[in-house]
């Protein structure tokens, strides 16, 4: 069984920095495309940014570019994002799950694994 969880939230300033982690177990991530994503209550979850394979290659939402950084380890199947200058509005539950580059959307095989995900809250 597939599980992906994330951690690293919590609450910050604005103009803070919090560092979050997900892990996969069940499942390689290394064979995929990486990425986080976010949702506020009542909204769709919203692409925040992707990592190909080899980590060579990353995309951002234009909300976050600049600020956020995502990365991978293979060898511990765990993708990262680092998240800098924070503002109110990246308050938002974080999850991690596997992503089309170019689309930005979930694969349909990866769909039901969104997991727990991780609360971020920014203070004004």
């Known amino acids: 069984q597939v599980q992906l969880v994330a951690a690293g939230g919590g609450l910050a300033q604005a103009g803070g920095s919090l560092r979050l982690s997900c892990v996969a177990s069940?499942?390689?991530?290394?064979?995929?495309?990486l990425g986080w994503f976010r949702q506020t209550p009542g909204q769709e979850p919203e692409f925040v940014a992707a990592?190909?394979?080899?980590?060579?290659?990353?995309d951002y939402a234009d909300s976050v570019k600049g600020r956020f950084t995502i990365s991978r380890d293979n060898a511990k199947n765990m993708v990262y994002l680092q998240m800098n200058s924070l503002k109110p509005e990246d308050t938002a539950v974080y999850y991690c799950?596997?992503?089309?580059?170019?689309?930005?959307?979930?694969?349909?095989?990866?769909?039901?694994?969104w997991g727990q995900g991780t609360q971020v809250t920014v203070s004004s």
């Open positions: 069940g499942r390689t991530f290394s064979s995929v495309p």
């Open positions: 799950n596997a992503v089309l580059l170019g689309t930005r959307q979930v694969p349909q095989s990866w769909n039901d694994y």
């Open positions: 990592i190909s394979r080899s980590g060579a290659t990353t």
